[in-house]
């Protein structure tokens, strides 16, 4: 079955507003060449580094901007809409990092709430705490689709390949990794990370990315991707500014991808068993203690 699936690449600011105004015009753009999955990065509602003022502007799944729009969309445009994420104030008033799932009729299929923080300290003085702002989830989901069994996840959840393992091996055949990567770690990591995952899985694979220098300082490396089972890069945007990328995927390709290379059949369970090296209990200079 061929499907035309799209990443629509934002370079989404602090007004919820401005970004689903951002948000309309580009998936009506996907839509428009026909696509009848589309994917919106990490963050679509709002990038704003400023925790007070970010706050200020939250709320719950009922009352949310971006989720209300994004349910219009999906029923208007006869598509399958997914938001890679936005912020949502939880039940217990806890933040969480929530991607959306909208059917052609605009109900919401499901949700998923981003399961890794992306704490980190990188080099030139970068440093990020994710679960500081934000409370992790701890639910994977796969989804199954018209066109496909589909993973959910979200940007740095893409370094924990036991999530996207867990997901084939469930059956999913398309992974989607929406993204807000650093340009920093995204010039390291991300296309060598996102055609590993496609590889290692044999499933297509969308990441749809934040991209450029936004509002608050921060910048995004872009380059969303659309990947075939085999590792093949079937769409790529720039670096840096809006744009929307299509691709036809043909969910087939992952069957011929897993019978070349039956991986996920052939997995085994194993023992670890840690040996202690030869010098294990000498002192300094192999001298026995």
């Not at 990038?47 to 709320?59: F, T």
């Not at 995952?197 to 995004?220: C, K, P, S």
């Not at 075939?228 to 929307?244: F, M, N, S, T, Y």
């Amino acid at each position: 079955m061929v499907t035309r699936v799209a990443a629509v690449q934002m370079c989404s600011g602090g007004s919820p507003e401005r970004n689903a105004a951002d948000m309309a015009r580009l998936v009506r753009d996907a839509a428009s060449r026909g696509a009848t999955y589309v994917q919106t990065p990490e963050m679509t509602g709002m990038l704003q580094r400023d925790r007070k003022a970010a706050r200020e502007v939250l709320r719950g799944e009922a009352d949310d901007l971006i989720v209300a729009a994004a349910s219009a969309l999906a029923a208007d445009l006869k598509i399958v809409l997914h938001i890679g994420s936005t912020a949502i104030i939880r039940d217990d008033g806890k933040i969480a990092n929530r991607g959306f799932l909208f059917a052609p009729d605009g109900k919401k299929i499901c949700s998923y709430d981003k399961i890794h923080m992306f704490d980190v300290d990188l080099d030139n003085g970068e440093s990020w705490r994710e679960s500081s702002a934000y409370e992790p989830g701890g639910t994977s989901k796969v989804v199954d689709l018209p066109f496909g069994k589909l993973g959910m996840a979200i940007c740095y959840d893409l370094r924990f390949p036991q999530l996207f393992r867990a997901q084939a091996m469930a059956g999913a055949q398309i992974l989607t990794i929406p993204a807000s990567f650093t340009r920093q770690t995204g010039e390291a990591h991300w296309e060598i990370l996102m055609r590993a995952r496609a590889i290692e899985n044999g499933t297509f694979l969308i990441a749809a990315a934040q991209a450029g220098v936004h509002e608050d300082g921060r910048e995004t490396y872009g380059n969303s991707l659309i990947v075939d089972p085999w590792g093949k890069i079937l769409a790529r945007a720039a670096d840096a500014g809006e744009e929307v990328i299509v691709a036809d995927i043909d969910i087939a390709a992952v069957s011929a991808a897993r019978q070349k290379v039956p991986n996920l059949k052939n997995a085994r369970d194993f023992v670890l068993e840690n040996v202690p090296g030869p010098d294990a209990d000498r002192g300094a200079g192999g001298v026995a203690a």
